[in-house]
């Protein structure tokens, strides 16, 4: 029986992937715009693709895989930050760049999406940011949307 598959955007140094593998999850390619950050993937995974910038990346780019994983910029939503809201395109704005590769990657075997985030994704844009992102999300055709949120001292 072959692994799960995942792809995994704005992947960091790939902490959620880890999870994921440990998991019994094979990674298939990953979504990095950090020269160092992507480096570091390079490095640990030389067999895996890394796209660097995920504005240029066509769904048909991608491979096909099970689940998309994504932990989108927060800057421009984390109480630590400015507050600009979901619309700031260079950063907490590539959600919706996100929403467009899982939105073409669904009927190619596609099984669910994954994000994470912080909290004040719940109070930015007046509370209206989370509300946005589910919209966009059931837009796209998701026929199923959750949310929770986790203290991280506790996971």
């Known amino acids: 029986m072959s692994k799960p598959t995942f ?3 704005f992947a960091g140094v790939g902490g959620l992937d880890t999870g994921f593998e440990r998991a019994g999850w094979k990674c298939v390619a990953n979504g990095e715009l ?3 950050a992507a480096g570091v993937l390079r490095y640990h995974r030389p067999d895996i693709p890394v796209f660097t910038d995920i ?4 769904p048909e780019d991608l ?5 998309i ?3 989108f910029p ?4 984390s ?3 400015q507050r600009k809201g979901m619309n700031n395109e260079t950063r907490t704005g590539l959600f919706y760049h996100a929403a467009r590769l899982i939105h073409g990657k669904r009927n190619k075997g596609l099984r669910f999406a994954l994000a994470e985030n912080v909290f004040g994704l719940l109070s930015a844009d007046d509370s209206l940011a989370l509300p946005r992102v589910i919209r966009e999300l059931t837009d796209i ?5 959750g949310w929770t949120v986790l203290d991280s001292q506790h996971v």
Do not use: F, H, R, W
Request: glycine share 10%; proline share 3%.
């Open 79 to 81: 109480v630590a930050g």
């Open 7 to 9: 792809i995994s955007l």
């Open 141 to 145: 055709g998701s026929n199923a949307v």
């Open 34 to 36: 950090d020269k160092n």
């Open 63 to 67: 491979p096909d895989a099970d689940a």
């Open 55 to 58: 504005t240029k990346v066509e």
């Open 69 to 71: 994983l994504y932990g």
């Open 74 to 77: 927060c800057q421009d939503v």
